[in-house]
């Protein structure tokens, strides 16, 4: 393409099965200015209405953004050929793993100033995004991995994360739909997340359903996983050997390092 004169090669970190990981994807300035001035809006016919969902679906249907984060899709399909499974771990780790923040950009929505809201490439760009941001990197991902995705948003705590589709049993107020966390790390299904400032995740979700696909498995072993580090939380630390050896153990299986912070 001739807007991919400038680029930089991006670090992006990972963990699958407790191994910490990178892998390196070049991105382009000129591609992240063309997606960055893709409107904001949306024009209606008249009487029709405008849905968060809507905004979702732009945000990832520009063909060039598409054309250049193939690439990374290809990689996380090259990384684990024979696991689905393992593709889904992958690209939800990386995403988590990238840095949070916002855009010091503003732009002019309806005569308003907002923050710019970043797309998935300027998210991988810039290596950075908020909640809603990564969250829409994800989908995008998942989306092309060949998984069935959605996109939750809790209006109470205006927050967004991601949903991969898994058995209705496993899934969270019964969307199912599995959450999954896209600010720092954390393991797939885990909705019991005390983000900065003591904020749990109350209100039911809006569902905003992105792709058809493929369904995580009923035996995925992460759920377990996810049921055993909500019992250790639980306990406000009081906790026994077998309980430390646990978190620790859990800790490194999936990175859990980091912190969370809401919009």
Same mark, same amino acid.
Not at 81 to 88: G, L, N, V
């Given at each position: 393409s001739n807007l991919a004169s400038n680029y930089k090669e991006l670090e992006l970190s990972y963990v699958l099965e407790g191994d910490k990981m990178n892998l390196v994807f070049t991105t382009f300035k000129e591609i992240s200015d063309h997606v960055s001035e893709i409107s904001r809006e949306i024009t209606y016919s008249s009487g029709e209405v405008s849905s968060r969902?809507?905004?979702?679906?732009?945000?990832?249907?520009?063909?060039?953004?598409?054309?250049?984060?193939?690439?990374?899709?290809?990689e996380i399909q090259n990384l684990a050929?024979?696991?689905?499974?393992?593709?889904?771990r992958i690209a939800v780790s990386l995403v988590q793993n990238i840095p949070y923040g916002f855009s010091d950009k503003k732009e002019l929505i309806l005569g308003k100033e907002f923050n710019h809201h970043r797309y998935p490439y300027e998210v991988?760009?810039?290596?950075? @995004? =908020?909640?809603? !941001?990564?969250?829409? /990197?994800?989908?995008?991902?998942?989306?092309?991995?060949?998984?069935?995705?959605?996109?939750f948003y809790n209006q109470m705590e205006n927050?967004?994360?991601?949903?991969?589709?898994?058995?209705?049993?496993?899934?969270?107020?019964?969307?199912?739909?599995?959450?999954?966390?896209?600010?720092?790390?954390?393991?797939?299904s885990d909705a019991s997340i005390t983000f900065v400032? @003591? =904020?749990?995740? !109350?209100?039911?979700? /809006?569902?905003?359903?992105?792709?058809?696909?493929?369904?995580?498995?009923?035996?995925?072993?992460?759920?377990?996983?996810a049921e055993s580090f909500k019992k250790i939380r639980e306990k406000n630390g009081n906790l026994n050997s077998f309980d430390i050896t646990k978190l620790d153990e859990l800790r490194k299986k999936y990175g859990l390092d980091g912190e969370y912070n809401l919009e």
């Open positions: 969902q809507d905004f979702k679906l732009k945000s990832m249907n520009d063909s060039l953004q598409r054309e250049s984060i193939l690439p990374l899709v290809k050929p024979d696991s689905k499974t393992d593709q889904a991988l760009y810039d290596n950075e @995004g =908020i909640c809603g !941001e990564k969250s829409q /990197l994800l989908a995008f991902l998942l989306k092309e991995l060949g998984f069935d995705v959605a996109i927050h967004e994360s991601v949903g991969i589709k898994c058995p209705k049993r496993k899934s969270w107020h019964g969307s199912e739909y599995c959450f999954v966390e896209t600010s720092g790390p954390s393991i797939i400032g @003591g =904020i749990n995740l !109350e209100s039911k979700p /809006l569902v905003m359903k992105i792709s058809d696909g493929i369904s995580l498995s009923s035996n995925l072993e992460d759920y377990e996983d």
